[in-house]
């Protein structure tokens, strides 16, 4: 079966070895973005493998054994952009650490006498095909040259010898079922067709012998080329406009196989942008290399759909930028279907490198010290009094009792990010917002509420990493009061000084600052409810164990927020801790 080439994604299972530890390098450009045309001029790595035949096999992205990792390496077309330039067709290679986008070294096409077929030469500025006017085999003899489809949409009557071994030697796509022409999408080199000269990548068939192929059905089509006898009387009609979306099907590739109808899958020719059709012609060039335009490291690397710094969402498209300064460039996919696998096997490989590098950090930390969550965020800034015009990327690491943003990821176990804020998270909240109640367009947002600072409004690209989040987000808090054990506020209670304190391990203690007698005591499943003035005055709701009778202590803390956000977090930990699946979740 055949696939556009814009939706193609190529998979080959490729060993690499680990590494014996994942280092972070920050070189001089970090965390600045560097443009295509710098990346230009770097030099060029050897060439990854070429693209695997056949339909993409899709899988888990990544699989790590005992002593070695096995990645699946991905590869496919795209288009890529600075964001000032015209898109530009590039080659998307994809391994367990690294994301590369490549360009093809050109080399001259190598044509049969006699043979006619489309140009695939690239324009280097635009991407787009050459006019073979363009081509130095223009000089060569005239059996020699390229030559193309004819230019006007006449019908054309061919006929065909079918062999014995490859049928007719070409392959078809649409249908009415897909509200296309049948389509010859492919010709095979030195088959039936490719013997005529007279039938090219692009060609609808209007007519087999006598019968009209107007209206069928590609299963319909493939009945009647089937069943049309050894000599084949075919009418063709060139369509130019739909050689773009076949012409990765290049008519260059043997093969041993007879007549190639495979079914057209639903969706398999829907429409794609121009710069996707472009990026066909580039990979339907058998001949050449693929070097290194710029190379991404994907341990800790930022992905982002977003333009950069504002809540606009591209259009099928992303970005992905590395510790070292890398930056891919704007990268343009066919559609959202492939777009969403790209960032699906990109992430991936981003979440179990940084997974890996969270592992080696806590093999090193104690187990009270042990990191919970490391990933990218976004962060809403105040701009010109206009509340959250401005993003800006952070990471966020929860580990211990620190909740840390910092501008770049940590480097060390001692060293955890340039411009780092550290803030207890025993003393913080985390509260996912409502799709209503998001301030601009950025979705997948959370709010951070830090006793003492100001709240901090923080945006993710999906909706997956937001639950990873929140979940990491009770484990650092289970294991931050844990590890606290008890917290102590000073409070007013009938009007003298007193203490009150949250112990894990025997719920609220009211006692006197002087004498240090307990007033009174209640487990964390007693209180029932509480309220406050949002100033200091404080009244907490308990439960009696017998009598079921609720009693109401009131009281004022200096410090309301802090005891109310310590008390949110006791409470959360205490729900937590006696949940076997977040139990079974905490084992090492």
């Known amino acids: 079966m055949e696939d556009d080439c814009s939706s193609e994604i190529v998979t080959e299972d490729v060993p690499e070895r680990r590494h014996k530890a994942l280092r972070v390098g920050l070189g001089e450009g970090r965390g600045r973005s560097v443009s295509i045309q710098a990346a230009l001029k770097a030099p060029a790595h050897p060439p990854p493998p070429p693209l695997a035949a056949g339909r993409p096999v899709l899988g888990h992205s990544v699989i790590v054994g005992p002593t070695m990792v096995h990645s699946r390496v991905r590869s496919g077309m795209v288009a890529v952009s600075d964001g000032k330039s015209r898109p530009r067709a590039m080659r998307l290679h994809l391994s367990l650490e690294v994301l590369r986008l490549q360009s093809q070294t050109e080399e001259e096409p190598v044509a049969s006498p006699g043979r006619r077929h489309p140009s695939d030469h690239l324009s280097p500025a635009t991407g787009m095909p050459t006019s073979p006017g363009g081509l130095s085999s223009c000089s060569q003899p005239q059996d020699d040259a390229i030559r193309l489809p004819p230019p006007d949409a006449r019908e054309r009557v061919v006929g065909v010898q079918r062999q014995r071994t490859g049928g007719l030697g070409l392959s078809i796509k649409g249908g009415s079922e897909h509200k296309l022409p049948i389509l010859i999408s492919r010709i095979f080199r030195e088959q039936a067709a490719d013997m005529t000269g007279n039938l090219f990548v692009g060609d609808a068939i209007v007519r087999v012998n006598d019968q009209e192929m107007y209206g069928r059905t590609h299963d319909q089509a493939v009945n009647i080329l089937r069943n049309a006898g050894d000599t084949v009387t075919i009418t063709v009609k060139h369509y130019k406009a739909a050689t773009p979306f076949l012409q990765h099907n290049f008519p260059r590739e043997d093969s041993s196989r007879s007549l190639n109808l495979d079914n057209l899958q639903n969706g398999d020719w829907r429409a794609t942008s121009p710069v996707s059709r472009r990026s066909s012609a580039v990979d339907s060039t058998s001949s050449g290399r693929w070097t290194d335009v710029v190379a991404v490291p994907l341990l800790m690397a930022y992905v982002t759909r977003y333009i950069f710094g ?228 404080l009244k907490l709701h308990f439960q009696l164990m017998e009598s079921r009778i609720i009693e109401t202590r009131e009281m004022e803390c200096p410090t309301l927020q802090s005891l109310l956000f310590c008390m949110h977090a006791f409470l959360t930990a205490k729900v937590a801790s006696v949940d076997p699946a977040f139990l079974s979740s905490k084992e090492p």
Not at 329 to 357: E, F, P
Not at 363 to 380: D, F, H, I, K, Q
Not at 472 to 478: E, F, G, L, P, Q
Request: glycine share 6%; aromatic share 10%; net charge neutral.
């Open 310 to 537: 504002t809540d606009k969402l591209r259009p099928n498209a992303f970005e992905v930028r590395g510790l070292n300064g890398t930056s891919t460039g704007v990268i343009q996919c066919g559609d959202a279907a492939i777009l969403s696998q790209w960032l699906k096997y990109v992430t991936d490989n981003i979440v179990g490198l940084t997974n890996l590098q969270v592992k080696l950090f806590n093999r090193t930390l104690p187990a009270s010290e042990r990191v919970e969550y490391m990933g990218w965020v976004n962060e809403g800034v105040l701009n010109n009094n206009q509340p959250w015009q401005c993003w800006r990327p952070r990471y966020l690491t929860l580990r211990s009792t620190d909740l840390v943003l910092s501008d770049t990821p940590p480097v060390s176990v001692t060293n955890w990010g340039d411009n780092c804020q550290i803030f207890q998270i025993y003393q913080s909240m985390f509260r996912v917002i409502k799709d209503s109640e998001n301030v601009d367009e950025r979705q997948h947002c959370f709010l951070l509420q830090t006793a003492g600072h100001e709240s901090r409004y923080l945006s993710v690209e999906t909706r997956q990493e937001l639950l990873r989040i929140e979940a990491a987000w009770h484990c650092a808090v289970c294991s931050a009061v844990i590890k606290l054990k008890n917290k102590t506020f000073n409070v007013v209670w009938g009007g003298k000084p007193a203490v009150l304190t949250l112990d894990w391990n025997v719920g609220f203690v009211l006692a006197d600052a002087e004498t240090g007698a307990v007033n009174w005591k209640y487990k964390f499943s007693q209180l029932k409810g509480s309220s406050d003035d949002n100033k200091c005055r």
